[in-house]
């Protein structure tokens, strides 16, 4: 038996008044999707535990069956374990994006989604700045650049980290159109150094070539660091001793191929893939085949319905819908058709039209069976839908759902 795990970030969502009062899954062509429910376990999970705000890192924790009520520590520490880099005793780490900021407000948390090779130069001509080198010398700040906009911070300073759990630091994509003074660093000792890397990004990135050409072209400038999300050292257990499953995880995005890892799965990189709406859904596709013919299990989790409806592009979130059903979905179960196949499709967490925001409803997801026949019911693979069938009150049991018979 093969096992596939299935993931559109953000791809749930309320009905949207510009779609006639559907659902960006009502709304989008997917066939493929929507013969899965029809011969199917179908129906709703609750990824986002009570207690700990809606996001991908509790929502995908879950998933893979890690409680985060017993092992979440922050989100950039898991996303630092992707990058091999170990938070120390005593430190903490943060997502250092790249933004966007106009006019005193948040505009982007990715700056319109900013190429890999552009965001690694600014974060490291910024280090280089003799000014923010300084700085963060004196407080005792790394930051490790990736290449996305998405890099990583570690403040390594025990005066600074000794209250961390008076501070309060806000998501970047959750904010947007905010002004700076409301969603600035607040409570403890180091909000006033990150408010202060902040505003002297700002300052020194505003003038750098890259984003001067950038906004000749009518592109957003990555003009502002935001740390966010922080965390201590983290560690999950065990997949394969959990599960007796080998096997592989394939996204573009750190925090992902972080849950991966310290679980001992395999992370497969796929060149082109973004974490965009422009990605390489084929070549995840096909690393999915290639991943299956040594290993019990693959999981492949693309980004981009979750990235277009944070920038506020429904028509891209649908068509990312679209992409992954046609360019994922149906050529990995047509290049294993023949053999027994089970697979779990879901989203991890609701991503809302209306303000970009996150949300903890539960996710409606559907376990297909190859030796279960499509019952012809037409059934699609909607929110409304998914509420009629099975509820499953915690989402670390969907691997457990996926495993049995």
């Not at 090779?117 to 005792?140: H, N, P, W």
């Not at 028509?315 to 290049?335: F, H, M, S, Y």
């Not at 037409?378 to 018979?405: C, D, I």
């Amino acid at each position: 038996m093969k096992y596939i795990l299935f993931i559109g970030d953000g791809m749930a969502d309320l009905p949207v008044e510009e779609l006639g009062g559907k659902t960006p899954l009502e709304a989008a062509d997917k066939p493929n999707i929507d013969a899965l429910a029809n011969s199917a376990e179908f129906g709703t999970a609750k990824t986002c535990p009570d207690g700990l705000a809606p996001g991908s890192d509790v929502a995908i924790m879950s998933i893979f069956g890690c409680d985060a009520a017993q092992y979440y520590f922050g989100r950039a520490p898991l996303e630092a374990a992707d990058q091999g880099v170990t938070v120390p005793e005593g430190a903490m780490a943060f997502r250092c994006n790249m933004a966007t900021v106009i006019d005193g407000k948040m505009k982007s948390h990715s700056a319109g989604g900013i190429d890999g090779a552009s965001a690694r130069t600014l974060i490291e001509d910024l280090c280089k700045d003799e000014v923010f080198s300084s700085a963060m010398k004196q407080y005792g700040v790394s930051v490790y650049p990736t290449d996305s906009y998405r890099h990583i911070a570690i403040l390594n300073n025990s005066g600074l980290t000794s209250d961390s759990g008076e501070l309060m630091l806000k998501a970047p994509h959750d904010n947007i159109g905010k002004p700076l003074p409301e969603i600035l660093p607040q409570g403890g000792k180091a909000a006033p150094v990150l408010s202060k890397l902040i505003e002297l990004s700002q300052t020194i990135l505003s003038e750098h070539p890259i984003n001067l050409d950038r906004q000749s072209r009518g592109l957003l400038p990555a003009n502002c660091v935001w740390f966010w999300a922080q965390g201590t050292a983290a560690n999950l257990p065990g997949f394969q001793a959990r599960y007796g499953k080998t096997g592989a995880v394939i996204s573009a995005v750190p925090l992902v191929r972080g849950i991966g890892r310290l679980q001992g799965l395999d992370v497969i990189l796929v060149d082109g893939a973004t974490g965009e709406l422009e990605t390489n859904y084929s070549g995840k596709a096909s690393a999915a085949i290639d991943a299956l013919k040594t290993r019990d299990f693959v999981a492949v989790h693309v980004e981009a319905p979750d990235e277009c409806t944070h920038n506020f592009d429904l028509t891209g979130k649908i068509k990312a819908i679209e992409n992954i059903d046609k360019l994922v979905i149906k050529p990995v179960l047509e290049a294993l058709k023949g053999e027994a196949v089970r697979a779990l499709i879901l989203s991890d967490h609701y991503t809302l039209t209306k303000d970009g925001s996150h949300d903890a409803t539960p996710v409606p997801y559907a376990i297909y069976d190859s030796s279960t026949p499509n019952i012809g019911t037409s059934v699609r693979f909607t929110e409304a839908n998914a509420a009629n069938g099975v509820y499953l009150p915690k989402g670390t049991s969907l691997m457990e759902h996926l495993f049995s018979k």
